[in-house]
């Protein structure tokens, strides 16, 4: 089992390498003086949205076609942030990892995926109780690599609000538990997508 998770890993850094060569996110990994690189990573089951809330704040564009995510991609986005403390504003690179959603991967790979991970956004599917439940592996799996970091709790496919099978109140004592803010969300409309992204950095710059 030892060899096969070592092989496993080492299969995924030369996906990985070669992915980042392509898009051009190697060359932002440095930091400069006014720049500072954030990693954040999105966590959840497959199908709750996590890809699509990507495209979305990176794109701002929503695909109806559902496409599972093979393996891991790595997005970039720049914005600017404010210093709470010193007030000024940070040019900031976002480095967002997107995760296949099988456990079997989550397992596996896992000190790969969470490796020098800041924050993460934690996503289910207002429409599946599951999602919400799964969301409790995912953060530990995260957690046991990366300890106690930033997390944003995410109701999904709120624009599907006659299949809601999700109360918000839920979804924030659960977010509650782990001492974070819940949002829902869709990347559908963007409701609320911004946001989540925007109070992720936001706790990852300005911590309390």
């Known amino acids: 089992m030892g060899i096969r998770r070592d092989y496993a890993v080492q299969t995924f850094f030369r996906l990985l390498t070669h992915t980042l060569d392509a898009q051009g996110v190697v060359e932002s990994l440095a930091e400069s003086n006014d720049t500072k690189k954030l990693k954040i990573c999105l966590v959840g089951d497959v199908g709750v949205g996590k890809t699509s809330m990507i495209r979305r704040y990176v794109l701002d564009v929503f695909d109806d076609k559902y496409i599972a995510t093979i393996g891991t991609k790595v997005t970039k986005k720049e914005i600017e942030a404010k210093n709470a403390k010193t007030g000024e504003t940070q040019k900031i690179v976002l480095l967002i990892w997107d995760i296949m959603g099988q456990p079997?991967?989550?397992?596996?790979?896992?000190?790969?995926?969470?490796?020098?991970?800041?924050?993460?956004?934690?996503?289910?599917?207002?429409?599946?109780?599951?999602?919400?439940?799964?969301?409790?592996?995912?953060?530990k799996a995260m957690t046991s690599t990366t300890g106690e970091i930033p997390i944003v709790f995410l109701g999904n496919k709120y624009d599907l609000k006659d299949d809601v099978r999700i109360d918000s109140k839920d979804l924030e004592v659960f977010a509650m538990k782990h001492g974070a803010p819940a949002l829902l969300t869709s990347a559908k409309t963007g409701y609320n997508v911004e946001n989540a992204f925007a109070n992720l950095v936001d706790m990852i710059l300005n911590p309390d």
């Open 104 to 139: 079997s991967f989550r397992e596996v790979l896992r000190e790969a995926y969470f490796y020098g991970a800041e924050g993460a956004l934690a996503v289910c599917d207002l429409t599946s109780k599951e999602s919400l439940g799964e969301l409790r592996y995912w953060v």
